[in-house]
């Protein structure tokens, strides 16, 4: 058996062996993935500038599964979250009927959200109220699970937050774009655990592990 017989054969195998990795570990796991957590989201019963989540303010129109309107000036949001990594799209909690995106806690100020999936590091955590037109953007902040977070990590990761943010929720108002470019919140994860919470500027999150 010649040289390049025997290399074309090694070269084989090698690719044999790299399919059944794939296939007995995931790309997630991989990627190493930390344990699910549960994130409940407290959102406060108006906007920042006192304005009401969902509807006109002094008419109100919530967002409901058939766009029916609520006539209730305090329209609660629909919450969603999403999960922000590195260098792939956002993985938000939330529901879908043909196509449309709804929260799975229809005009509730309170929201549960369980077994989300987060990464074995720092992520970006993405609070949003779902419009049919336009996302809110409730919150976002950037969480650390343990392990050291440089400079350079903590920039980019931060610059990734507020692009998926921007994207998710596309800035209307000059106040809205000012407020997003204050300094982010930056917390350990444990620090949001259930009997304290992390106060942002429009809500609060409770955080504690599933397994």
């Known amino acids: 058996m010649n040289r390049d017989s025997v290399s074309g054969k090694t070269h084989r195998m090698r690719s044999l062996w790299a399919v059944l990795l794939i296939l007995v570990f995931p790309v997630h796991c991989l990627a190493g993935e930390g344990k699910p957590i ?6 406060d019963h108006t906007k920042a500038n006192g304005k009401p989540w969902d509807g006109i303010p002094g008419l109100g129109a919530g967002r409901g599964p058939t766009d029916i309107p609520i006539l ?61 037109r336009r996302h809110d953007l409730v919150g976002l902040l950037l969480m650390t699970t343990g392990k050291a977070l440089t400079l350079d990590q903590r920039a980019a990761l931060e610059s990734e937050i507020r692009r998926r943010a921007d994207q998710l929720a596309p800035p209307f108002s000059r106040g809205e774009k000012q407020r997003r ?19 942002l500027v429009q809500s609060e999150i409770r955080v504690t592990s599933e397994e």
């Open 181 to 199: 470019l204050g300094e982010m919140l930056v917390v350990p994860m444990d620090r949001c655990a259930e009997a304290k919470g992390c106060r």
């Open 72 to 132: 209730n000036k305090d329209a609660p949001p629909d919450l969603a979250v999403c999960v922000v990594r590195l260098e792939t799209p956002p993985e938000c909690s939330m529901r879908y009927v043909k196509l449309k995106q709804y929260s799975i806690c229809q005009n509730s100020y309170e929201c549960i959200f369980e077994r989300v999936s987060i990464p074995d590091g720092p992520f970006g955590l993405i609070i949003l109220d779902l419009d049919s």
């Open 38 to 43: 549960r994130i409940t989201v407290a959102a």
